[in-house]
């Protein structure tokens, strides 16, 4: 080519990403906040798997789990209070090559969004979602949620929570269609990474509850779990979560179960003595709706044409 020098040369070296290339603001979560380690378990494995950052879409609602995407070095989208998820299936609707992962929250999904957590399920798009879940509303400091335990007290219920909790498992286990639904807690850095790797490799809606610590508001809840490592449950199967040594260490207890056994995640999930922590079920083969709507937009669209190509020929002289 003129005006180059011979030995220069065209050739385009292969990109690789590193973690400061996810990385956005600096994340202001409270010091303690289990949001830091989701965090960084998403950046880490983002690295691992080397998703370009303009293919990455962070999509969240209100709440303090929900200043993710402000967090992330890609794109994102901060939406309204419970409306995370539609938000996220409009944008793999339209752009279905796109990596999209949700950030919500126990107060964003499981109370006002509950009709778009029913839906987004049963839809099975492919896309994370990850429901943090500390058991109050925190960005308002300290309101009832859906799963405060019994007894809890909250500014909206200063004698305690009237209600037994929602279980999230055990609803999402229940809904049409669902193709995948794990359990973590935040303070297992290994095993949490794995969860969400396997949750962002299935094709569907991944969806993983984790149980996050708020120092501030609900720090009793989650040290009431963490002091009493016996009431985690592992959930060990060669087609579940890899189990390292330190889990195991940290988690005593633990089962065989089968994830394609969807009775009988329904029956682990349903035990509230224990809190099951990894693959309860998953099926590849549920149907994904994103690829649904684009054969049937490809149907309607060769359909018209079809239609426009007669009409013309009506016309022909």
């Not at 798997?49 to 994102?76: D, F, K, N, W």
């Not at 509950?114 to 798009?125: E, F, G, L, P």
């Not at 925190?138 to 335990?149: D, V």
């Not at 994103?290 to 009409?311: P, Q």
């Amino acid at each position: 080519m003129f005006g180059m020098n011979a030995d220069w040369s065209l050739e385009v070296f292969e990109r690789y990403f590193t973690i400061g290339d996810y990385a956005g603001g600096e994340a202001r979560w409270c010091p303690g906040c289990g949001d830091h380690g989701v965090l960084t378990a998403i950046h880490k494995l983002l690295r691992d798997e080397q998703v370009p950052p303009e293919t990455t879409v962070a999509v969240s609602g209100i709440g303090c789990s929900s200043r993710l995407p402000h967090y992330m070095g890609t794109y994102g989208f901060h939406g309204l209070h419970g409306r995370a998820l539609p938000i996220a299936c409009g944008i793999k609707s339209r752009r279905p090559e796109l990596d999209v992962w949700v950030a919500t929250g126990d107060g964003d999904c499981f109370s006002i969004g509950t009709a778009h957590w029913i839906h987004a399920i049963r839809y099975n798009m492919d896309m994370t979602v990850l429901a943090f879940d500390n058991s109050v509303y925190g960005l308002t400091k300290a309101q009832t949620s859906p799963t405060s335990p019994l007894g809890f007290k909250t500014n909206t219920h200063p004698t305690g929570a009237i209600l037994p909790p929602l279980n999230p498992l055990t609803t999402t286990l229940g809904i049409t269609n669902v193709s995948f639904v794990a359990q973590v807690v935040d303070w297992s850095p290994p095993l949490l990474y794995e969860v969400i790797k396997a949750a962002h490799r299935h094709k569907g809606t991944g969806f993983v509850r984790i149980i996050q610590r708020c120092p501030v508001f609900s720090d009793s809840v989650s040290k009431a779990l963490q002091n009493s490592p016996e009431r985690v449950l592992l959930l060990q199967h060669e087609k579940g979560i890899p189990i390292d040594a330190s889990a195991k260490r940290q988690f005593p207890n633990s089962i065989t179960h089968d994830p394609s056994d969807l009775a009988a995640a329904r029956a682990v999930a349903e035990d509230t003595s224990r809190i099951p922590v990894g693959l309860l079920y998953q099926n590849t083969d549920a149907l994904c709706y994103e690829t649904l709507s684009s054969r049937g937009t490809e149907f309607t669209v060769k359909k018209r044409l079809a239609g426009i190509n007669a009409a013309l020929d009506r016309f022909t002289i």
